[in-house]
């Protein structure tokens, strides 16, 4: 497992996450203003940390074995398509950004909203910088994560453990949510480079 460190502060989109609020075509000048100068504070806050690992793929009977057991999913068998190697990685923003927007809720509910949708961009942002250094030259196809489409939630568990993921400091509950709560997990296949 490999522990990555951003170079450069993490900036959420706030176009995405005003879309992320439903309030696109929304130009009411308060509103923007209160969500710009969100995410500046939010981005001050951000401890971000990533993690890493490479896997072989192994296929059998119609189903993808990435170290931890076969799995029936035809959306993993479509994103590993013509990859014979794999990247897991995690991405998380810290607690610190929870306590943010556990913080903000205290403000009001309002403000709440806007962090937390502003978080969620920059967890997004964070994952795909993580990406892009794991991916360097490689020929890659997209990432995808547990829980989207037949890909069942049940391989974070499996994911986190091969990453050690506690190392940096992302945990996993019983309903597979993941502490803290600004954090992706992924996998994206890795095809022979050209």
Same mark, same amino acid.
């Given at each position: 497992?490999?522990?990555?460190?951003?170079?450069?502060?993490?900036?959420?989109?706030?176009?995405?996450?005003?879309?992320?609020?439903?309030?696109?075509?929304?130009?009411?000048?308060?509103?923007?203003?209160?969500?710009?100068?969100?995410?500046?504070?939010?981005?001050?806050?951000?401890?971000?940390?990533?993690?890493?690992?490479?896997?072989?793929?192994?296929?059998?009977? *119609?189903?993808?074995?990435?170290?931890? *057991?076969?799995?029936?999913? #035809?959306?993993?068998? #479509?994103?590993?398509? *013509?990859?014979?190697?794999?990247?897991?990685?995690?991405?998380?923003?810290?607690?610190?950004?929870?306590?943010?927007?556990?913080?903000?809720?205290?403000?009001?509910? @309002?403000?709440?909203?806007?962090?937390?949708?502003?978080?969620?961009?920059?967890?997004?942002?964070?994952?795909?910088?993580?990406?892009? #250094?794991?991916?360097?030259?490689?020929?890659?196809?997209?990432?995808?994560?547990?829980?989207? *489409?037949?890909?069942?939630?049940?391989?974070?568990?499996?994911? @986190?453990?091969?990453?050690?993921?506690? #190392?940096?400091?992302?945990?996993?509950?019983?309903?597979?949510?993941? @502490?803290?709560?600004?954090?992706?997990?992924?996998?994206?296949?890795?095809?022979?480079?050209?």
């Amino acid at each position: 497992m490999r522990v990555i460190r951003p170079e450069c502060r993490i900036e959420p989109r706030v176009n995405e996450a005003i879309r992320y609020m439903k309030c696109t075509g929304f130009n009411d000048s308060d509103f923007i203003n209160k969500v710009n100068t969100m995410a500046n504070t939010l981005s001050e806050s951000i401890l971000p940390l990533g993690c890493y690992h490479y896997v072989n793929i192994a296929r059998e009977g *119609g189903k993808v074995d990435i170290g931890f *057991g076969k799995i029936n999913s #035809r959306l993993l068998e #479509r994103a590993l398509e *013509g990859c014979d190697r794999a990247a897991l990685f995690c991405a998380t923003l810290g607690q610190t950004t929870d306590r943010m927007i556990e913080k903000q809720g205290n403000i009001s509910s @309002l403000d709440q909203m806007i962090c937390d949708a502003l978080a969620s961009s920059a967890v997004e942002v964070w994952a795909d910088k993580i990406e892009e #250094r794991i991916k360097g030259e490689l020929i890659t196809n997209p990432r995808v994560s547990p829980g989207y *489409g037949d890909f069942s939630i049940e391989y974070q568990r499996d994911i @986190l453990k091969i990453l050690e993921a506690e #190392r940096i400091g992302v945990y996993l509950l019983p309903s597979m949510q993941m @502490l803290p709560s600004k954090t992706v997990s992924a996998i994206f296949g890795i095809k022979q480079v050209q």
